[in-house]
């Protein structure tokens, strides 16, 4: 039977983001996700993953797992963490409809987006990512595998790096069926080929990760914080979608989403920018004030790792 989440069921999971815990059971252990896709909108679903670590206990689904069913094919956003969980989302959209898995879209190059990958090559499906992605996958793939084995064990079974056979710098438009998809990148945000799935004629926007709320955004060694802020507020949200379904996270809205990914961005700049200012340095700088912030999952494993990534950044500004 299908699953549709109302615009009031989704604003109720947006009252309710404070209470999200990576401490939450597996909600949907008869399958190898996380828990079961529901329909966000008519004919766009998701699987939304742990806001907590990859884990063996998870499978590695700690993202979101999306598919739009366009009328003449479905396309998938995020091949998945593993050959299992790609197949197991397989599943579950093949029993919501009949039409064929036509492509695959990875947000990024990280595991849990690009592991997955092998599974829809061998069931005869492009795989569309950006260049700075498969860069990604080309030069640390063997890591990024490596990686998940070592949480995932028997689950890893079978999985092995395919690289994306399509590929986009800026844009690439999907007409198929009764929907057109912009296929966008924006500008640097939290990593390597971020890209974001954007369905104007139904406001909705599949954001990868350029947009958190439920869980704090990492920040990578390589991630430039400032061109995240400009990103953001020059090309991300003049788009204003109506929906957002983050990389990670419950589909929500644009307040909710900016709220935890720009302005915790910009004020965590503003805490170490004035500590840089009062002649601080970078072991103390792990400890500025970021209380305010400590309701968002995985605050523990990335609040100080963030702090001290931001003070590196900025120190020669």
């Avoid at 670590?53 to 689904?61: C, D, I, K, L, M």
């Avoid at 092995?160 to 912009?182: C, Q």
């Avoid at 802020?229 to 996270?249: C, D, M, Q, R, S």
């Amino acid at each position: 039977m299908k699953q549709m989440m109302t615009v009031g069921t989704v604003l109720a999971l947006v009252a309710a983001q404070a209470m999200a815990s990576e401490d939450i059971a597996d909600k949907y252990p008869q399958s190898e996700l996380y828990d079961k896709p529901v329909e966000v909108i008519p004919h766009v679903w998701s699987a939304i993953g742990a806001t907590a670590p990859p884990t063996y206990e998870n499978a590695g689904h700690n993202n979101n797992l999306s598919f739009v069913v366009t009328g003449d094919g479905v396309i998938v956003v995020n091949g998945g963490a593993s050959v299992r969980l790609a197949a197991a989302l397989h599943d579950e959209i093949k029993a919501v409809t009949d039409q064929a898995v036509k492509l695959v879209i990875n947000e990024n190059g990280q595991g849990h987006a690009v592991l997955g990958n092998s599974y829809w090559v061998d069931q005869g499906v492009d795989i569309l990512a950006h260049t700075d992605a498969i860069a990604e996958v080309e030069a640390h793939g063997d890591q990024i595998l490596m990686g998940m084995q070592g949480y995932n064990k028997d689950r890893a079974e079978g999985t092995r790096i395919a690289v994306p056979n399509l590929s986009f710098d800026d844009r690439y438009d999907i007409t198929m069926g009764d929907v057109t998809l912009e296929v966008l990148h924006l500008g640097p945000a939290h990593g390597p080929g971020d890209t974001q799935v954007w369905i104007p004629q139904w406001g909705v926007m599949i954001a990868g990760d350029i947009a958190f709320h439920e869980r704090m955004p990492p920040i990578f060694a390589d991630t430039c914080t400032s061109c995240w802020i400009e990103t953001w507020e020059t090309a991300f949200e003049p788009l204003n979608p109506t929906y957002v379904i983050p990389g990670h996270g419950h589909p929500t809205n644009l307040a909710q989403v900016r709220h935890y990914t720009r302005d915790y961005l910009v004020d965590l700049r503003e805490k170490i920018g004035a500590h840089i200012e009062e002649g601080g340095d970078l072991a103390s700088a792990f400890y500025v004030d970021q209380e305010k912030w400590r309701n968002l999952d995985t605050f523990e494993e990335l609040a100080t790792r963030n702090a001290g990534r931001v003070f590196e950044e900025m120190e020669f500004e």
